[in-house]
């Protein structure tokens, strides 16, 4: 991913004709940025990390506390067996995120 980050950047940089440019990410991003910016500081004028990725692990456990409230509140039965069943991070594997992500994106 930091190769193709770092050949999209080299795109951009030579459509907008400008030697150095600004990298900006979010969430995930902000590491990836990191690694980017590591791999061809030439390449980037400046890097701006939002929504920092600290601690993955913590966030994705009160993440799930929240989302398993949230759902009993609701009486939100699907998404409340959904996460029981899956249970609390850190998991094995993606396919365990999916409940979360599913019952974060469902007002």
Known sequence: ??????ELAELLSKRLQKDKIVLVGHSWVSPLGVFMVKARPELFHAFVGTGQVADQTRNYVIAHAALVEKASREGNARALQELNEVGPPPYRD????????????VS
């Open 94 to 105: 993606g396919r365990h995120y999916r409940p979360s992500r599913l019952a974060n994106s």
């Open 1 to 6: 991913m930091v190769h193709d980050g770092v």
